[in-house]
């Protein structure tokens, strides 16, 4: 064989060897586009039954579905059943079959007989999540006791004003969401979900609470917000496990009385009283020593403990929407305070609270929006730690240099100030990613140089 004809065979068998790659990879590229699946997840009831080996998430939310097929129970991996916002009045027998099945979504399903629903899925020993939100139910039936292994149960806005005794007679039960619902009060058996660590009442009607609620020794969060409440009875004093605790909305609690109650939550982690008659703060505040929120805006607030300092773990306070004028002295001894509200607190004088802020040096944000602030101090550069600083809707004709100092912001909002230019210094601001500046009477000149001295941050004009 000629050297041409060398060359041109191994020319060709290069050339074939390349096409039969390129087709390979069409193929394998094809399968993949048409492979109805990427995981375990699907939408498609139909892709779901030819696949009943794979499928472990199945959701068919919003489908005006008024029935199921008995071929799911076919589905032998299935976990989880999203059924959300259909139109079922019964749930099929073959559900029952679904042996790894451990969470249905059955919210916003008004037409459903929760009975019949609770007979066919007490026989899953797997299911531990059940969610019955926005289903128009009035009552429970008793049924619900058959949900022997349930964990979670969700009951979120429905129209339930009182709680059946079957309802306590699920032994491991962790988490239970009631809020709004119109429940006026409540059993004493709650004493029986000896497992339960979440309760959610908020959003009701309740006036009073059992002495019951002290004796659930898991409970480690209990919102109570948006009631009606008093009093607090004093066995909440017992929950040793307590984390967060929510009262927020409740005008006509008696604080002196409530703060005797809270102060003896010791391990409390998170306390929100926001929108509330509160006019005062407790000196005794400093006993609960593991707190790290605090939120008290929108309250009569008119002044802060100096024991509030003794809070050595607080690292969020809301004071937004208060008339305060001014904090304590110690407030500078909050070394772990990263993140505080002073939204809408134009009586609260700045310039000092400034200074105690720069004490610790801890701060990551701050919110001084809504606060008629005319100009700021050169103290405020002391804030060396800022990640975000918010002087949104004030009176600011100029900024200090000393802002440009506070080099780790990441987010600076300035809109709706009278702000008409800013120096180039704000080029030092190397790890800004958005700075907000609209509402303002800027130059011209300075919009067109603004964007040459931070080409990696994003500006939001309006």
């Not at 984390?243 to 005008?251: S, T």
């Not at 024991?307 to 500078?332: D, N």
């Not at 958005?434 to 919009?447: A, D, I, K, V």
Request: hydrophobic share 40%; proline share 5%.
């Amino acid at each position: 064989m000629s050297t041409f004809n060398n060359t041109v065979y191994l020319l060709c068998s290069i050339l074939l060897l390349l096409s039969v790659e390129v087709w390979a990879q069409e193929q394998q590229s094809a399968r993949a586009t048409t492979s109805p699946f990427a995981g375990t997840y699907t939408t498609s009831l139909e892709d779901a039954l030819l696949h009943p080996k794979q499928i472990k998430h199945l959701d068919l939310s919003e489908l005006r579905l008024k029935t199921l097929p008995n071929q799911i129970a076919t589905l032998e991996a299935l976990e989880v059943l999203d059924l959300y916002g259909n139109e079922l009045s019964q749930l099929p027998e073959a559900i029952a079959q679904l042996s790894q099945l451990r969470e249905i979504n059955l919210s916003n399903n008004p037409h459903l007989d929760m009975a019949q629903a609770f007979i066919v899925l007490g026989k899953i020993p797997s299911l531990k999540k059940v969610h019955l939100a926005n289903n128009q139910l009035q009552t429970l039936p008793e049924e619900i006791a058959l949900l022997a292994s349930l964990e979670t149960l969700d009951l979120y806005q429905n129209t339930l004003e009182s709680l059946p005794k079957a309802l306590f007679r699920l032994p491991m039960l962790e988490e239970l969401y009631l809020q709004s619902n119109m429940l006026q009060q409540l059993s004493e058996e709650f004493s029986a979900l000896r497992r339960l660590q979440v309760l959610d009442l908020s959003g009701n009607q309740l006036q009073q609470l059992p002495h019951s609620l002290g004796m659930l020794p898991q409970l480690r969060m209990l919102n109570l917000s948006q009631n009606q409440l008093t009093r607090l009875p004093a066995s909440l004093t017992q929950l040793a496990q307590l984390r967060e605790l929510y009262l927020g909305q409740n005008h006509q609690l008696q604080w002196t009385q409530a703060w005797e109650v809270i102060v003896g939550l010791h391990n409390l982690q998170t306390l929100y009283l926001a929108n509330n008659t509160l006019e005062e703060v407790p000196i005794n505040i400093h006993q609960l020593t593991q707190l790290r929120q605090l939120y008290l805006h929108q309250t009569p607030l008119r002044q802060l403990p100096e024991s509030i300092s003794a809070l050595r773990w607080l690292h969020t306070l809301s004071l937004a929407k208060t008339p305060l004028q001014e904090l304590p002295p110690t407030f500078g001894r909050l070394a772990s305070l990263q993140h505080l509200s002073l939204s809408h607190t134009p009586a609260l004088d700045k310039r000092h609270t400034l200074q105690l802020l720069t004490q610790p040096g801890n701060l990551q944000t701050l919110d001084l929006s809504f606060c008629e602030i005319t100009s700021l101090p050169l103290t405020i550069g002391g804030l060396k730690q800022l990640k975000e600083l918010n002087l949104a809707n004030n009176q600011l004709a100029s900024l200090p240099g000393s802002v440009f100092q506070m080099t780790h912001l990441q987010k600076l909002e300035l809109q709706n100030n009278q702000l008409r230019q800013i120096p180039e210094d704000i080029c030092r601001l190397t790890n800004l990613i958005e700075l907000h500046l609209g509402q303002n009477p800027w130059e011209e000149q300075f919009r067109s140089k603004i964007k040459e001295w931070l080409p990696t941050t994003s500006i939001r004009w309006y």
